[in-house]
């Protein structure tokens, strides 16, 4: 499998992932320090058990994530709002402060050694739509934390930092990526497989061993880091984008390179030029590039408007699907955007990317397949 280039998965733009505020350096890891409680992380089962607890309905985003399966809540990440959509991004204002809200109130409620119970949230503090809706992203990147990380360490050879998790999550309060290791840390039923600076909160070890090692983890690890390249790729039917639906089984024949992004990534803005010159280059030749946006599975709030507005200040001609929970569990589950698979025309896949791919190595790679 290649390797990512490092720093090009989905993390901190400048613009566009902290919303209405300006860089990177105004998180506020508040907590840290002399006023930071102590550190210890979530389990993906502890967290079902708990969100379920005395019979609360959930709201429906959340209640969805929990019947599709632990499998798609443990491998789909979250990540930005498109830069050039800032109006009707999903990091509006006021979803900005509800999410502020909810991540000031968990971190201040936060007891070492007791789980969060999820319900209470609900039934007792966030009762307003908008409270809801950032505590059901928030809820999301709990189930997905633990492997992301773990998958990070694996791709990169070291930790990704609080920034790269709050843009791989679509995290805009101040200090939630520290929050939401913190709520890991509290569980007491789970592997204390990292350890932490304790001034800056920054991971500095991941102990990969122990999560593979952990029934809870290790199976679904195993699928997401083993790689796909001499595996027949699974059939996708996806509902389109920007025409009608994308269903593989219409490409017998083509090579096909398969995309899988969201909306303001920011290594998908950067590939995005690439795949347009790729698709100019190669159509004619047997490739067939498909778009696959993950914006719906991951609950990102984003309009079709703002996607249609992408696709075209993008340039992107080339079909695009939304990717569903079907996809999604077939092919392991994505944890870092963006994610290609380069599949021939026999329908075997060649090649695996995560992260951003140069256009030289797209371009040798397809020219070995189509021929």
Request: hydrophobic share 40%; with cysteine; net charge neutral.
């Amino acid at each position: 499998m290649a390797r990512p280039s490092e720093g090009e998965t989905a993390r901190t733009p400048a613009p566009s992932l902290d919303g209405v505020m300006k860089e990177p350096h105004h998180r506020d890891h508040r907590g840290h320090g002399g006023t930071r409680r102590d550190f210890s992380v979530l389990s993906v089962p502890s967290l079902v058990s708990f969100s379920l607890r005395g019979g609360t309905q959930l709201s429906a985003g959340a209640d969805r994530l929990v019947r599709a399966g632990l499998g798609l809540a443990l491998t789909i990440s979250l990540s930005t709002a498109a830069a050039s959509a800032q109006s009707e991004k999903a990091g509006t204002p006021s979803q900005v402060q509800a999410e502020t809200r909810v991540v000031d109130y968990i971190r201040d409620h936060l007891q070492p050694g007791q789980p969060l119970l999820i319900t209470e949230l609900y039934n007792k503090v966030f009762t307003e739509a908008a409270d809801r809706q950032a505590l059901d992203k928030l809820y999301r990147a709990f189930f997905r934390v633990p492997l992301f990380v773990v998958q990070y360490q694996e791709k990169f050879g070291h930790p990704p930092t609080l920034d790269t998790i709050a843009g791989q999550f679509d995290l805009h309060a101040p200090g939630a990526a520290d929050v939401l290791l913190r709520v890991m840390e509290s569980d007491p039923r789970v592997p204390k497989f990292l350890t932490r600076d304790p001034r800056s909160g920054e991971i500095t070890s991941v102990n990969v061993a122990l999560v593979r090692s952990d029934p809870r983890f290790g199976q679904a690890l195993e699928h997401q880091l083993t790689g796909w390249e001499g595996k027949h790729a699974p059939p996708f039917n996806l509902p389109g984008v920007n025409g009608a639906n994308v269903d593989s089984a219409s490409l017998g024949g083509k090579v096909v390179l398969l995309y899988v992004w969201f909306t303001g990534c920011p290594p998908c803005m950067k590939e995005s030029p690439v795949l347009v010159g790729l698709d100019h280059e190669f159509k004619g030749k047997g490739l067939a590039i498909v778009g696959a946006n993950a914006d719906r599975i991951l609950g990102l709030g984003y309009t079709d408007a703002v996607r249609q507005r992408y696709l075209t200040e993008h340039q992107i001609v080339f079909p695009v699907g939304h990717w569903n929970a079907e996809a999604n569990a077939a092919y392991g589950g994505v944890a870092i955007f963006p994610t290609l698979f380069l599949i021939d025309s026999k329908g075997m896949i060649r090649n695996q990317w995560v992260g951003f791919v140069s256009a030289e190595q797209l371009r040798q790679a397809v020219e070995k397949v189509v021929g």
